[in-house]
């Protein structure tokens, strides 16, 4: 069973910077995406960035690019999501997701991700 545990989140102030971790288990995750999704208080669950276990591909939404850098710990079997420049705006609960590689055809659709975790609050006050 795919566990996945998000930590990291908490209040920080407008222009800081935060990373978040996603601890996985269950599986060995080397045929795995990961992604990173968030959900502001009454909005969809959007994409924030993705990658292959591997780290060869990686992904990012269109509004982060630049703000945000996805990256994983193999001996930890922890993804990471350091975001900079934090905006009021960047304010949600941000979720960890995982699907077996082969059966994921478009980064940007939750729909698309098996398996989720609980997801940490991030606040950014302004």
């Known amino acids: 069973q795919v566990q996945l545990v998000e930590s990291g989140g908490g209040l920080v102030q407008a222009g800081g910077s935060l990373r978040l971790s996603c601890a996985a288990s269950g599986r060995t995750f080397s045929s795995y995406a990961m992604a990173w999704f968030r959900q502001a208080p009454g909005k969809e669950r959007e994409f924030v960035a993705g990658m292959t276990w591997s780290g060869r591909t990686t992904y990012y939404a269109d509004a982060m690019k630049g703000r945000v850098t996805i990256s994983r710990d193999n001996a930890k079997n922890t993804v990471y999501l350091a975001i900079y420049s934090l905006k009021p705006e960047d304010t949600a609960v941000y979720y960890c997701?995982?699907?077996?590689?082969?059966?994921?055809?478009?980064?940007?659709?939750?729909?698309?991700?098996?398996?989720w975790g609980q997801g940490t609050q991030v606040t950014v006050s302004s």
């Open positions: 997701a995982a699907v077996e590689r082969l059966k994921l055809s478009n980064w940007y659709h939750r729909d698309e991700y098996a398996y």
